[in-house]
């Protein structure tokens, strides 16, 4: 007798937070390397008056939001088999992008542009994907290790922490990579100077923990929704 394996279709909530994810993370990888500046009301240390932060923060921050719901919902292997896959992808995005640049140009004086705003340096996407494979997967491990203390229960705890830490070694790895480590080493892209540097770190951490703050709520309203109306329940993480 042939027994026949049914597969369950993946949910609305599955395909919405991958999809969520990977556009975040696409975005991240495309608006990297324009750095934004943002007056301050008042003079902080290292930053002084102005808050400096590379054009991906808020995109990348998003991916964590995304992530965590994902793992909440559906476990730790799940969520890091998303963030690995993720990890593969970013190639696929990067090689798609470059093939296009060196493609030949049916209007020849606008390929320069093109390759301007989509040409990543070298040095932003080394600093990206070794940044995103190390803090994408300890935010998956801090966030089931707390839930393996807390249970169920404290969703916010594990959220904040998990993505607070998570995006402290992002941060750290990205602009030390980006903007000094790589163009010292490969010789590609000016050093930027110390103080700089720094700027660029407490500017995108300072976002990026606000954020962590202010999306609390809404992973709190995202897993609440899939579970009633999908029957989602807690994941035992015990089995994870």
């Known amino acids: 007798m042939t027994h026949t394996r049914t597969q369950r279709a993946p949910t609305v909530a599955q ?7 990977v556009t975040a993370l696409v975005t991240a990888q ?10 301050l009301p008042l003079s902080l240390p290292v930053t002084g008056a102005q808050l400096a932060l590379p054009g991906a923060a808020l995109a990348y921050a998003l991916t964590f939001l995304a992530s965590d ?6 476990g730790r292997r799940a969520g890091q088999i998303v963030v690995n896959v993720g990890f593969v992808l970013n190639f696929v995005v990067l090689g798609l992008v470059w093939s296009t640049i060196a493609a030949p140009a049916a209007d020849p004086s606008t390929a320069g542009q093109f390759a301007t705003v989509l040409g990543a340096s070298t040095n932003i996407v080394l600093g990206s994907l070794l940044a995103y494979i190390v803090s994408q997967n300890w935010d998956v491990i801090v966030f089931h290790r707390i839930r393996e203390y807390t249970g169920s229960e404290k969703l916010w705890l594990r959220n904040i922490v998990s993505t607070a830490s998570s995006q402290a070694i992002d941060t750290v790895i990205f602009v030390s ?6 163009p010292a080493i490969l010789g590609v892209g000016a050093v930027l100077p110390t103080d700089v540097v720094l700027s660029l770190m407490v500017g995108q951490y300072l976002l990026k923990f606000v954020i962590a703050l202010l999306d609390t709520p809404i992973v709190y309203a995202i897993v609440s929704v899939v579970r009633s109306r999908e029957g989602v329940g807690a994941t035992d993480t015990r089995s994870v």
Do not use: N, P, Q, R
């Open 15 to 21: 395909v919405g937070l991958i999809g969520l994810f």
């Open 69 to 74: 719901c994902y793992t909440e919902l559906y």
């Open 177 to 182: 990579v980006a903007f000094a480590i790589a």
């Open 30 to 39: 495309v608006t990297a390397s324009k750095v934004l500046a943002f007056e």
